[in-house]
């Protein structure tokens, strides 16, 4: 009976001993299963957030310029037109087509044509005056480009054209310096192509129609470029480079900065009638007269932010 007693004894002093190690230390298999829990809280979670458009690309641009003829019948721009043309075309009035200097023919730019004349006719500044512009303000033209997943290779991106303010800095080469942040201008044209990729680290959008912000004399003026596209390459230091603006612009758009630069110089309303008053190549009206210029231009621009962009 005795030894009974001890057995017994023993046997709840264990029980004891071993309840109370359940109780202050858990076991491997209660850690591993909180662990799980957890986890699966932290996927549900997760799951539960999803992930924002990809945050908007901005570039200003900081030099510009006319995409004049490399050689003759070779020029920079776009095919607005779909069509090949050798100036015998009643749609293109007797204006011809150029080739890209990769070979590509059908490119609409008479405005290439028409930049030596300037010079003769008392516009040789024009090309100045942009870049001038640029430089102090007055024309912070900027691209911005939604839905960039890959910079390099994206088939569905947007671009939309937009015009800072602000007084930008400059680096020693006298261009604007990368990085710099500008307000949103009241009267920002936001021209928008969603018809946009990227491919192979080239920006290409259009057609679309562009409203383009100048600074005439002072003066802030649009013209409209119709059909327009857009090339550039995107580099490794977020640049763009090799860029290429293209459209048609209405002739009495150009007959309009006439006008308000005419309020300081009165010779440039005439000098603009004379070198484009029978240039014009694209849309004819019901008469057959054409009436648009074709044209394209030439930029780099470099990363920028964007302030008060409206949601």
């Known amino acids: 009976m005795r030894i009974a007693s001890k057995t017994r004894a023993a ?27 957890a986890a699966d809280q932290d996927e549900v979670a997760e799951a539960d957030i999803e992930p924002g458009p990809p945050a908007p690309r901005v570039f200003v641009i900081d030099t510009m310029g006319f995409a ?16 090949v043309s050798d100036g015998s075309d009643p749609e293109t009035c007797g204006h011809g087509d150029f080739t890209s200097p990769e070979g590509e023919p059908g490119v609409d730019n008479t405005l290439a044509t028409l930049v030596p ?26 691209w911005q480009v939604d839905g960039v997943d890959d910079p390099v290779n994206d088939d569905a991106v947007s671009v939309m054209v937009r015009a800072g303010e602000g007084v930008p800095l400059l680096g ?32 290409f959008a259009g057609p679309f129609t562009l409203r383009l912000p100048l600074v005439v004399f002072g003066v802030r003026y649009e013209l409209t470029f119709h059909d327009a596209y857009l090339r550039a390459r995107w580099t490794e230091d977020g640049r763009l480079v090799d860029g290429v603006l293209g459209g048609a612009v209405p002739y009495g758009d150009l007959i309009k900065v006439g006008e308000l630069a005419a309020q300081d110089d009165a010779s440039v309303l005439p000098a ?32 920028a932010f964007l302030l008060g962009q409206p949601e």
């Open 117 to 142: 004349l300037f010079e003769l006719t008392g516009l040789g500044a024009a090309e100045g005056l942009i870049q001038s512009t640029i430089d102090e303000g007055g024309i912070l033209l900027m």
């Open 272 to 303: 603009i009638e004379l070198v484009f008053g029978g240039a014009m190549d694209m849309a004819p009206d019901d008469e057959g007269v054409c009436t648009r210029l074709s044209g394209a231009f030439q930029f780099t621009a470099v990363s």
């Open 172 to 203: 020693t080469d006298g261009l604007l310096l990368a990085g710099q942040t500008f307000g949103l201008h009241p009267d920002s044209p936001d021209s928008r192509s969603d018809d946009a990729s990227i491919e192979d680290g080239v920006l």
């Open 68 to 83: 004049t003829e490399t050689e003759p019948g070779v020029a920079k721009g776009f095919n607005l037109d779909g069509q």
């Open 11 to 37: 046997l709840v002093l264990g029980s004891a001993l071993a309840l109370a190690a359940c109780e202050s230390e858990p076991t491997d298999a209660v850690t591993d299963a909180g662990q799980d829990v």
